[in-house]
């Protein structure tokens, strides 16, 4: 009996930070994608895109031996900006355009920048990684790496910060305003372009985040590394239910959890269909709550 | 009797005809002066015209559902590329089948059909996944909706890639007949335009498109939503299902790769262009998009200087103009080119202004 707690409790630990460092790159996307949705109603498929931004230019600084110090800033800034000039070009002569346009506009954008990354930077590019990247501590017959502990608490952290910066800041408060009843907050003397720049750059802020997270463990960026996470934080968004920025970290962990239980509790021959398994689980859960997990219910159905 | 009858019969061959007229313009080009396939001397090749039609029943496949109900679905290249699986695997010659992919039933294994019993087969299967997956996703509305879809197409492309014994995985199937004739495709795309004009001016299509506007007036009047849209869900799968059997059966060899987020992609900018809410914006979007690409697709391969840098190939360069066209578009013409009413709506309002003015 005392010999299965102990090999279950490490093994536990170790699988409970695999789900939560998983959760938190789907987490910090969602976030960012909840943010543009709740305001301005755009499905942001360009997200992914802005990922692998923060990618590349990670790639590109420390091809020129930049240190470290310097990367992780500019590896945040640049998927920010890239994300404010995304909103200036594309997005702002469609504002108040419906769902469906938006929608469409930003597939558009998602497209143009994978074959711009095709044809400026072609194949993968290996990030050369420091060796810190690979410590682990050890529990019990298990190991844990480092950087996912540190992934978690960083996530975490940003989580915090940015619950303080939309519950105490004037523009936060504004900006969570937008997210109820755009229209009144702009008659409240609120002003829409600030807002709406404001939630771009912090959506391009946390796909920086992310974008050091998921490349320091993929260890390579490709023009089309973007697609795979954009379309799970999607999902995340949708289990957390719509519109809600609680409801996005929460579905990013959700998902994250849900990944791990089924790589663990898969059969080998069943392991390759896994996400195949996590998308039904999540088309389950919405069967039960159309809503999402937190979100409250709107629409006909 | 009444006016939705006079709808049906008449108006809706009406408009089926005129756009049917074009794509046999388009056929009569392809026999007579395509020939072979390579483009030395015409513009357009053969191949490009088949390709042109099977895009047609793909696009109009999609406007059945997207285009009456108003939720853009990124998931129909699943059911798309079900069917090419289910008929490529269906007609792919017995002597090779049990290489190609050994996990087939031992039935399967043994015969094959040839292009219709397997394009007929592949909708059936399509048909009755496009229930299952309807039945379940189209409880959710709106953007809900949108990206519920869109796992769909994720979940067939994990399918698609993991199924090693069937599928061939990444390395994908090959060894299928070229059996999609020119005619075939042809006839197919009319079929497609005939289903979905009638569709269109149908009870449940014209409920559809009330729903499209505003659901929730729609439903106050008595209109079920939900059913119509498995309805037009449904039906629009199986065209899609047709043309993906088709499509499969021309290129002789698919992979996951040619059912994700590049042709879907595809599918929806030939769509928009044109105009969503229309079958004749949906067939003249596909028109467009393909005279651009094979005017754009000889430039791929060559190379730029930018002077700070110097680029081999522009790959996918059609991509970029495909963008520039749906933006364009976005920007100043969100209906589409065709706009809102159907070319035969707009040709009739034109000849009865200039009889007025007469």
């Known amino acids: 009996m005392m010999a299965v707690i102990a090999v279950t409790g490490p ?153 303080l910066f939309l519950k105490r800041t004037l523009l936060g408060i504004a900006m969570r305003a937008a997210a109820e009843d755009f229209e009144v907050t702009r008659l409240m003397g609120v002003r829409a372009n600030a807002v709406v720049i404001a939630a771009f750059a912090l959506s391009g802020l946390l796909a920086g985040l992310a974008s050091l997270f998921y490349f320091t463990q993929s260890g390579s960026v490709g023009p089309f590394d973007g697609t795979e996470p954009v379309v799970k934080a999607f999902i995340a968004v949708v289990i957390g239910g719509l519109g809600s920025l609680t409801g996005a970290v929460v579905g990013g962990f959700a998902l994250g959890i849900t990944e791990v239980v089924l790589d663990a509790a898969l059969p080998a021959g069943a392991q390759p269909f896994g996400t195949a398994f996590a998308l039904l689980v999540v088309i389950a859960i919405l069967l039960l709550r159309p809503q999402g997990l937190v979100g409250r219910p709107v629409g006909l159905t | 009797m009444s006016r939705p009858w006079r709808y049906w019969a008449v108006e809706s061959a009406a408009g089926s005809a005129l756009v049917a007229a074009g794509l046999a313009l388009v056929f009569l080009y392809g026999v007579l002066w395509a020939g072979g396939t390579t483009r030395h001397t015409v513009l357009f090749s053969k191949d490009t015209i088949v390709y042109f039609f099977i895009d047609v029943v793909l696009v109009v496949g999609l406007q059945i559902f997207s285009g009456n109900s108003g939720i853009l679905s990124f998931g129909h290249t699943a059911f798309i590329g079900t069917a090419a699986y289910a008929a490529s695997l269906l007609s792919i010659d017995v002597a090779l089948k049990s290489y190609v992919s050994p996990g087939l039933p031992h039935y399967l294994e043994t015969h094959s059909v040839g292009l219709v019993p397997a394009t007929l087969l592949a909708v059936a299967l399509v048909g009755i996944l496009a229930l299952a997956t309807g039945l379940v996703v189209l ?196 209906e589409g080119l065709v706009g809102r009413s159907e070319l035969d709506e707009s040709l009739r309002r034109l000849v009865r202004r200039g009889s007025r003015n007469r």
């Not at chain 2, 498109?209 to 929730?216: H, I, L, M, T, V």
């Not at chain 2, 899609?240 to 996951?256: D, E, N, R, V, Y």
């Open chain 1, 11 to 163: 093994y536990l630990v170790q699988q409970a930070i695999n789900a939560l460092s998983l959760g938190s790159t789907y987490a910090l996307l969602a976030l960012g994608l909840a943010m543009l949705f709740s305001i301005m109603g755009l499905i942001n498929f360009a997200h992914g895109e802005l990922l692998v931004i923060g990618g590349y230019v990670m790639w590109a600084l420390l091809e020129h031996g930049v240190p470290w110090p310097a990367v992780i800033p500019l590896t945040l800034l640049a998927p920010a900006l890239a994300a404010i000039a995304m909103e200036r070009i594309a997005f702002r002569p469609l504002r108040g355009a419906s769902l469906v346009t938006l929608l469409i506009a930003s597939f558009a954008v998602s497209l143009l920048l994978q074959t711009v990354f095709q044809i400026f930077a072609g194949t993968d590019k290996g990030i050369e990684l420091p060796s810190w990247v690979d410590d682990v501590v050890d529990v019990g017959p298990y190991t844990i790496s480092v950087l996912k502990i540190v992934m978690t608490g960083l996530t975490l952290l940003t989580l915090l910060l940015l619950t």
């Open chain 2, 139 to 334: 409880r959710l509305d709106g953007a809900s909706a949108v990206i519920a879809i869109l796992a769909l197409l994720l979940i067939a492309n994990v399918v698609f890639g993991a199924w090693t014994s069937v599928t061939r995985g990444a390395g994908g199937l090959y060894g299928m007949p070229e059996s999609t004739t020119i005619g075939w495709a042809f006839g197919t795309a009319v079929l497609a335009v005939v289903v979905a004009r009638v569709f269109k001016d149908s009870r449940t299509g014209l409920q559809l498109q009330g729903s499209r506007e505003d659901a929730f007036s729609a439903a106050a009047v008595g209109v079920h939503v939900r059913a119509a849209r498995l309805r037009a869900w449904l039906l629009s799968a199986m065209v899609s299902g047709a043309g993906g059997a088709l499509f499969a059966l021309k290129l002789g060899a698919i992979t996951p790769s040619t059912f994700y987020l590049q042709e879907t992609f595809t599918i929806v900018v030939m769509l928009v262009i044109g105009g969503m809410t229309t079958v004749s914006g949906a067939v003249a979007g596909v028109a467009v998009v393909t005279f651009v690409r094979e005017v754009v697709k000889p430039y791929e391969s060559r190379s730029l200087d930018l002077g700070v840098m110097h680029v081999d190939r522009l790959t996918n360069l059609t991509n970029l103009a495909l963008v520039a066209l749906i933006l364009a578009v976005l920007f100043f013409r969100r």
